[in-house]
């Protein structure tokens, strides 16, 4: 489309997003506001290496921070917490608190669990994007009855497979980062003043959940940008446009991605399996590639969307027909391992990852990513990786296989 059929007003709103953007990082670098050590480490979206330490380290008493229960103090007074010892330094903290095999109702693993010296519990699970297992706050709450179980989310939403009565008759309370754990962070690095580490670390993780919920004070300076929008029917308008535009710039940019696969899987030696790219933002979906070796063991080079939405991209082997076996799947397994970190395999993919950030979830720095082509080659350090792998482990000639 020519910029003669496009409104004035929309390409005036485009000249002042960018304007604000460029002003939007310079005020980001001049504070420090993007050092961040959790984001630079990209461990920021893991809540159960993340998120559920951080919170675990703080409620316990006998943590490193040295303030015996100050902080698990400031959690009772925040939460209203009854029937919870507030001075006792006995208190004890675990994490993935086992409360037996998982059965329709019992069972599984608290998130994080804070007991007093005379035995009262607090159970918090904690969720940033993982989603809710079959009845699983009902079975913590069968647990322990008494115990003060909280469920945790970004955004203080209730677990989706619970209605309002039964969330009320299970006596679960939800809460959010976005508000509470910030509030009460908050006060944490408030009492730890006098204390130069443990303060700094609140703060970062402060930031961290900051961007996590868009409160951070980039995020916070659109309120100039919405003003911009709102002041005028017309600039209403352009920014209706531009956001009906969003799913059209996205599917042109996989259009372009869809051409650079065909480039890197004949430059791999690979054969591409199902092109060209077509919803890519539905569970499961993805891009795909094998040779004879692999297609012989029922095998293919996979990279794909374990959720909805764009999320969870993840990368390994994955079978052609799930309900059919693998041979040399945990060879190949072994193999995989030595140049990733794994996750465990399931039924369709027998050596995968999650790729991290910025890919795992993809959001404007993938797709940027994807313009510039900075993606491309990305995926083709981890496609040469996976392709020496294949013909290491699953050779085209049948006959002849090469243990890694």
Known sequence: MSTALISPRVLELLRFTETHQ?????????TGEHFNIFQILRVGHLEVTTHSPILAELLNPKGKHGQGAAFLRLFLARFDV???????ETATMKMEYYTGPVTEKSGGRIDIVVKDGKGSIISIENKIYAGDQENQMTRYRDFDPKANLFYLTLDGRKPSNLTENELNRIQCKCI????????????????AACLPNVREIISQYI???????NQSTTILMNKELIEEIIKAPESLRAFYTLRDAEAAVQTE?????????????????LDREDPPLRDLHIKDNGFFFTTLGLSHRNLQIGFAFDAGNYSDFCFGFAKIDDKQPCPDAENLLSAFTKA????????????????????????QEAFEAIRSGRFAEDLKT?????AKIARQICPDDVTNQTIL
């Open 22 to 30: 460029r002003h939007s990082e310079a005020l980001a670098r001049a």
């Open 82 to 88: 009854h029937g919870f010892d507030a001075e006792s």
């Open 176 to 191: 959010s980062y976005a508000e509470d754990i910030l509030a009460w962070l908050k006060e944490c690095r408030k009492d």
């Open 207 to 213: 930031h961290l959940i900051e961007e996590l919920t």
């Open 253 to 269: 940019l996989i259009a372009r991605l869809d051409a650079k696969l065909d480039d890197l899987a004949r430059i791999s030696g």
């Open 340 to 363: 990733f970190r794994y996750e465990k395999p399931t039924n369709w993919w027998p050596a995968w990852t999650h790729w991290e950030d910025p890919y795992r979830y993809w959001r």
């Open 382 to 386: 981890k496609l040469e990786i996976l």
